[in-house]
């Protein structure tokens, strides 16, 4: 798994070097110093995971993630800093390590990723997409669905859940949007942004929308918008 380490701070990110030492399974692929440098080496790199600063001169770590389109890499805050921990969780971020850097905390983390990308499984052992009449067992509290895929017309981010809507329910799960993503056939869903996931089949209309982006209308009444960038992957995916 390719890791980008973003920190102003060089010993920081050599302290951290040294801490994954100790997790062979995270390869450091990259540094950048700020998150100008960051991006320039999102596209060359494609990392799996950013491990990333919250206070940086110019653009901020919450301001940087908040910014990228998705398909995101999964992000580790590793930062002197706890008031910012909740902002982090809303945007959807795996975990938020205080610095200095406890390696149970960090080993810790690695865990968590390992249980949300099944790093330590062999391809074999992973899930198999969900095709379109599949069921899947849906559970809030004390309330049960038995659901068929094709029926779910929108997912939602919520922090480190994902809000399901189908039929006349929206239950909570405490499931990452980007773990289901890995579940769901990518012909029958497709990451509108961030924050949502939207089922193609549900959609009864698109509209133009700023900056070159578009909204789309969903059956029921949703209405979803597309970035610039996800509203031009769309075009080249249901173009003929």
């Known amino acids: ?30 540094e950048a110093a700020n998150p100008m440098q960051a991006r320039e080496q999102l596209g060359a790199l494609q990392p799996d995971l950013i491990f990333l600063d919250v206070q940086m001169p110019g653009e901020n770590g919450l301001e940087f993630l908040a910014s990228l389109e998705p398909p995101v890499p999964h992000v580790i805050f590793t930062t002197a800093y706890d008031e910012f921990a909740v902002k982090a969780f809303d945007l959807n971020a795996l975990d938020y390590l205080l610095k200095p850097v406890d390696p149970a ?31 899947v067992f849906v559970r809030e509290g004390e309330r049960c669905w038995f659901v068929e895929v094709k029926s779910i017309r929108l997912l939602e981010s919520e922090g480190n859940y994902t809000r399901v809507h189908f039929a006349d329910a929206q239950p909570q799960l405490f499931r990452s949007l980007n773990a289901m993503e890995e579940r769901l056939d990518p012909r029958s869903f497709f990451r509108a942004n ?18 070159g982006g578009l909204l789309v209308q969903l059956k029921g009444g949703a209405k979803v918008e597309l970035s610039r960038r996800q509203a031009q992957e769309f075009r080249d995916k249901m173009s003929l």
Do not use: Y
């Open 105 to 135: 905390r960090l080993a810790t983390a690695v865990e968590k990723l390992r249980d949300r990308t099944g790093a330590a499984a062999q391809p074999a052992d992973r899930p198999a997409r969900l095709a379109p009449d599949d069921k």
């Open 1 to 30: 798994m390719k890791a980008l380490l973003v920190d102003d701070e060089r010993l920081a990110r050599s302290e951290l070097r040294r801490l994954l030492a100790a997790h062979p399974e995270i390869v450091i692929a990259g």
């Open 194 to 211: 961030r924050r949502q996931i939207i089922n193609l089949q549900w959609i009864d209309g698109i509209e133009p929308w700023f900056s």
